[in-house]
Each structure stands twice: as C-alpha cells, then as structure tokens.
C-alpha cells in the first residue's frame, strides 16, 4: 500500500482495485456464399419431384407452355414455380383437378391453399416447396412471371 506522508500524520492511502479491460474477439466475416449456378448444380437429387407429376398431370389436359422454374438461391418461398396456360377457364379447372388428383395419388400430397378457382384466369396451387400458376393466356402475358424470374433454371422432366 502505498503510503502518503504530510508535515505531520502519516495516512495511509487506499488504491482502488484495478479492473481488468475486457477485450472481445471481433467475428471473422463470413465467406462469400457460392455463385447460384454451383448450388443448384450440385443439388438437383435434393429437389422435390412433385413437379414432374404436375408437369405429366398438366399435359394430360393438354395444358399449353409448361413450364417449371428452380427457385433455390433465388428466392425462399418455394423450390419450384410451375407455370402453364389453358384456352379456356374450364380446360384450366380440369388442369387444376387433374394436378390435385395426381399429386394426392402418387405423392400423397394434398394442396395448403388454393386461389382463384372461381374464375380460373390464374389458378395458383400451394403445395410448400412447390407452387402452381394455371393461367389464361392473357393473364399469363400479363403477370409475365417468366419475365419476374429469369435467373432462374427452367427444369425439364425426364422422359416418360
């Protein structure tokens, strides 16, 4: 202890502890993710095939420009967008069913919520990681989601 001497008394001094300097380690930053091509190159076994059974259920009913674009790295609502058109709102209902019936059927998949039957101008199925637009063909050059989505990959089924 140190000690602190005046013309007369000695006092003694008390010196306050000392605090310890907390130092934090600062976060590396993390990697860069990997361009969007190599993920969805390398994890095509991953992805859901209920697309192909929409894709053959669709072109039973003669549904005009199928389509099925990979969404991984792009966006997180779905896996798959599926897109295609009928001449008439009654050849896009009998899309509609037919698309329900298959997936149930094979997959056991039953749809979370589904728009527009009503009318049937854009007929949009959920089913999670898949997600189906039935579209008029006016309807479907306007809303133009091929155009919304262009980075993604177009998928194409296997031969049957």
């Not at 859901?48 to 966006?75: F, H, P, S």
């Not at 295609?84 to 050849?91: A, E, F, P, S, V």
């Not at 063909?137 to 306007?142: S, T």
Request: charged residues 30%.
């Amino acid at each position: 202890m140190p000690v602190r001497t005046t013309s007369k008394k000695t006092t003694a001094v008390k010196k306050a502890p000392t605090e310890k300097k907390v130092t934090r380690k600062k976060a590396l930053p993390a990697p860069p993710p990997e361009p969007v091509e190599e993920i969805i190159e390398a994890s095509n076994e991953d992805l859901n095939t209920t697309w192909i059974t929409a894709w053959r259920a669709a072109d039973e009913k003669q549904a005009v420009d199928i389509r099925a674009l990979d969404l991984r790295g792009i966006t997180a609502m779905a896996d798959v967008f599926f897109i295609c058109h009928g001449r008439n709102n009654r050849q896009n209902q009998a899309i509609c069913d037919e698309i329900q019936k298959q997936l149930k059927e094979q997959h056991g998949e039953r749809v979370l919520a589904i728009e527009g039957q009503g009318n049937a101008e854009w007929i949009l199925m959920d089913y999670g990681d898949l997600v189906i637009h039935i579209f008029t063909e006016a309807a479907r050059e306007y809303y133009d989601l091929e155009r919304l989505y262009r980075d993604a990959q177009q998928l194409q089924p296997p031969p049957k």
